[in-house]
């Protein structure tokens, strides 16, 4: 066990057992070369955890060329500067440093969690991934040998087929359409001097989110900031992703593959993050499948029939387009008692909404589990990064709170009405369904 697990496991029992106030207390870091951080300090663990986004994922991949983002991320941690994979690996390693990167639909992420007393050094070799990743040939065909496999696997994947078809059924030829990690075309077809485009167009400071939890001095993470950051482009090429309504309204989908059970994936136009009624839509959809066992849903189709082992609902916002959906598995010659149940649950909350009782339930919930996200201190960053990337204030946890004690019975009901439209689901079945037609 490295030094970093053992100084994690020696304090568990002390982050699960203080409440973490800390995590309200934040304030906001310039570093002498102006990269903008928040910033909560916790001296009770001699750990930092710096998260950090850059605005333009997958979505803004060029055209042919999908998949770029993601390769580009997967190889980041394989070598740069004078050190090769094995050398950057080891280095990460003999420091207990943990270093990583993705590619989501908006933005690249990446995360650093070290002990404190690494920062100097894991700040470098953060700043050497970025501003100088080697691009070895044999990690490169490696990477791109590991995403292809991936891609083949994709295609015997029912889930994974369902979301696509739905995602082409909703967006059409938008690039939220496009499969993010590409297809075996534009995978094989990209090259070093792509990924070096790449880096130029999105990496840069202007384009930066960042946070920070642990226990340093706001005046050495600005400095680690700009030995992170300082190199970096001043700024990044625009990103023109046009905003996007979700289609499919009545449309139900069937993509035959060879399985027992079908896997449903079903929804439609949601609400956007900055709208008034989000938070009252984040309650009704708690009641109705976001709540687990408590939800509408699960009594239903698991508990009362024992149609799924499981099934849920969410409200996903991208930066261009939001749905409001759900999903679950089923036998193939029960998939269609599940769908009724499902639309008939659909339409009652739209019709009738809920009760007093169901509002203070999901209030309960959604207030009193957000704490216990914030019992790590990358969690309480990445929380931060995406409070940013919002729009939010510094003051974001605590009004979250307020806002959904703030919704009241007439507000969720409202929001049901106008959130949940059985006419307008987009079904996508993928499996051997019995008793459901396509619609076309």
């Known amino acids: 066990m490295n030094a970093f697990f053992r100084v994690v496991f020696a304090v568990l029992a002390l982050i699960l057992a203080v409440p973490p106030a800390q995590a309200r207390d934040i304030e906001q870091v310039r570093s002498p070369g102006g ?55 080891r280095e990460l390693e003999d420091r207990s440093i943990s270093m990583g990167f993705s590619a989501g639909a908006d933005t690249l992420q990446g995360s650093l ?13 953060l700043a050497l991934a970025l501003t100088r990743p080697r691009f070895d040939a044999r990690e490169v065909e490696r990477v791109r040998a590991q995403l292809l496999q991936g891609l083949a696997r994709d295609e015997t994947s029912p889930e994974t087929q369902a979301r696509r078809a739905f995602a082409r059924a909703a967006f059409g030829d ?14 094989r077809g990209l090259t070093v001097e792509d990924m070096r485009a790449h880096m130029a167009r999105r990496y ?84 109705l499948g976001g709540g687990g066992f408590n939800s509408r849903l699960m009594a239903r189709v698991r508990e009362r029939e024992g149609l799924t082992y499981g099934i849920g609902t969410g409200v996903a916002t991208l930066d261009r ?61 990445r929380l931060l990064v995406n409070a940013r990337l919002d729009g939010r204030g510094l003051d974001w946890f605590e009004e979250r709170q307020r806002r959904i004690e703030a919704v009241t019975l007439a507000q969720a009901n409202a929001t049901a009405r106008r959130l949940f439209d059985p006419a307008r689901l987009l079904v996508v079945l993928a499996g051997e369904p019995q008793g459901i037609a396509a619609s076309e």
Request: charged residues 20%.
């Open 35 to 89: 990269i903008v951080a928040w910033f909560v300090r916790d001296p009770s663990l001699p750990i930092l955890a710096l998260e950090f986004s850059w605005r333009g994922g997958t979505a803004a991949d060029p055209d042919g060329k999908g998949g770029l983002a993601a390769m580009t991320a997967d190889l980041l941690t394989s070598g740069a500067g004078d050190l090769d994979l094995q050398t950057f690996a």
């Open 113 to 125: 969690r070290l002990l404190s007393r690494e920062a100097e050094r894991g700040v470098e070799l």
């Open 174 to 187: 938008h690039p939220y359409a496009r499969v993010s990690r590409g297809t075996p075309e534009s995978v």
């Open 204 to 287: 840069a400071r202007d384009n930066l989110v960042v946070a920070a939890v642990g226990d340093v001095t706001p005046e050495r993470l600005g400095l680690l900031l700009d030995r992170a950051f300082g190199a970096l482009p001043a700024a990044a090429a625009p990103v023109e992703i046009p905003r996007v309504v979700a289609q499919g309204a009545g449309r139900t989908l069937i993509l035959r593959k060879p399985a027992t059970q079908t896997f449903a994936l079903f929804g439609h136009e949601g609400i956007p993050r900055d709208d008034p009624d989000f938070f009252a839509a984040q309650i009704v959809n708690y009641v």
């Open 321 to 381: 387009a939001q749905l409001i959906q759900g999903s679950f598995s089923s036998e193939n010659g029960r998939i269609a008692r599940a769908m009724e149940i499902v639309r008939a649950e659909w339409t009652a909350m739209g019709a009738r909404g809920l009760s007093a009782e169901d509002l203070q339930g999901a209030k309960d919930y959604l207030t009193g589990s957000f704490p216990l996200q914030l019992d790590r201190s990358d969690r309480i960053a």
